[in-house]
């Protein structure tokens, strides 16, 4: 069992909807502020942060490597330490992020991405910790988290079964088993069709432990594909508006999406139910409208049954059409107005 705050997550419960705000912010508390009610608005049960500032993240210089050369990127030509710094969240603007997310009813956690940020986090009193895609190789970092003994969510993106496993172990290892595993394509947007979240079941198998979806995809299509699978948290960007720009804006959902996502996740969760054959109790009313038997047309005492005079119609208060074929040839022990459902007490 995994709790997060006073909220458990699981196969039990409607997935966990996690508004990751990262850089949409754009540097404007009043904006985090803004988002964080948009995101309780919206029905999410978390607001996520990032926790670094760019001398945590990478090194002030313009080497092979530091500058984003991939033309294809969102940030081509960015300098890591120059795109950091434009993203990062404020230290001191974590706590009232955090306490005005408390008020709205919101749990607000974030991911560390070096030891400072674990301690700074944990002098707040977040209820939880993720780790990046990137960071999950990192076992350095794994481990510390682990040992404040939160639930840790862990992105797999790019990661293999073996990187998984060592950064499961190493959590283990350090006392925590209060892993959720996301599922995650480390593309900025992803396309669903590089998310292949016939992974999720796998994961679940491979790791005993619960599984969900860090999604970059757009729209919620994945989101609820992925509960269908058995996710039981989805994560996504989250921004006011994609056209008031920021480093994260183009692969964000906006506050009616977001709404969406938390109706269908719950939906597709609510539809899962359990492996059922026969009909549901809420399908009774509709045996009625099956086909039965009915005599067609007025039987005198004695009279055979034909084609002509027996039908296979609807209701279904009659004998089962398989009965059929038995029935024609047979002779009725009484008179039967046309409209009466056929009964084997009816046969002579």
């Known amino acids: 069992m995994i709790t997060i705050g006073n909220r458990e997550v699981g196969a039990h419960t409607r997935p966990y909807l996690i508004a990751e705000m ?28 990032q926790t670094y500032t760019a001398d945590t993240m990478t090194l002030n210089v313009r080497s092979a490597g530091f500058v984003i050369d991939d033309p294809k990127s969102l940030w081509a030509g960015r300098q890591l330490y120059e795109l950091y710094q434009e993203a990062h969240t404020p230290w001191e603007w974590h706590r009232p992020i955090i306490e005005h997310a408390a008020s709205l009813g919101l749990h607000c956690f974030s991911t560390p991405f070096d030891d400072t940020a674990v301690d700074f986090l944990e002098s707040l009193g977040v209820p939880a910790y993720k780790v990046a895609s990137f960071e999950a190789t990192d076992l350095p970092l794994i481990r510390k988290i682990a040992r404040t003994g939160k639930p840790m969510v862990i992105s797999t993106g790019m990661a293999s079964l073996g990187e998984i496993d060592e950064a499961v ?35 679940r ?11 970059h995809t757009m729209g919620c299509g994945v989101a609820v594909g992925a509960v269908a699978l058995g996710a039981v948290l989805v994560e996504k960007h989250f921004t006011l508006r994609r056209a008031d720009g920021g480093v994260d804006s183009s692969f964000s959902l906006e506050p009616e999406e977001l709404a969406t996502l938390r109706t269908e996740t719950e939906r597709a969760w609510q539809a899962l139910g359990k492996v059922t054959y026969g009909g549901t109790k809420a399908e009774d009313q509709s045996r009625a409208f099956r086909r039965s038997l009915y005599v067609a047309r007025d039987v005198a005492a004695g009279e055979t049954l034909t084609p002509e005079n027996l039908r296979i119609v609807r209701p279904g208060f009659g004998l089962p059409p398989k009965f059929y074929d038995v029935m024609l040839g047979k002779r009725v022990n009484r008179a039967l107005p046309a409209g009466t459902p056929l009964g084997w007490d009816h046969l002579a």
């Not at 198998?205 to 999604?215: I, K, Q, T, W």
């Open 22 to 49: 990262s850089g949409n912010h754009n540097q404007s508390l009043a904006r985090a502020l803004d988002i964080v009610s948009a995101a309780a608005r919206a029905g999410a049960d978390a607001v996520k942060l």
């Open 169 to 203: 172990r190493t959590a283990h290892e350090a006392g925590n088993s209060q892993i959720v595993l996301l599922k995650c394509t480390s593309t900025y947007p992803a396309t669903p069709e590089n998310t292949n979240i016939l992974t999720i079941p796998h994961l």
């Open 205 to 215: 198998e491979a790791f005993g432990c619960e599984v969900g979806l860090s999604d």
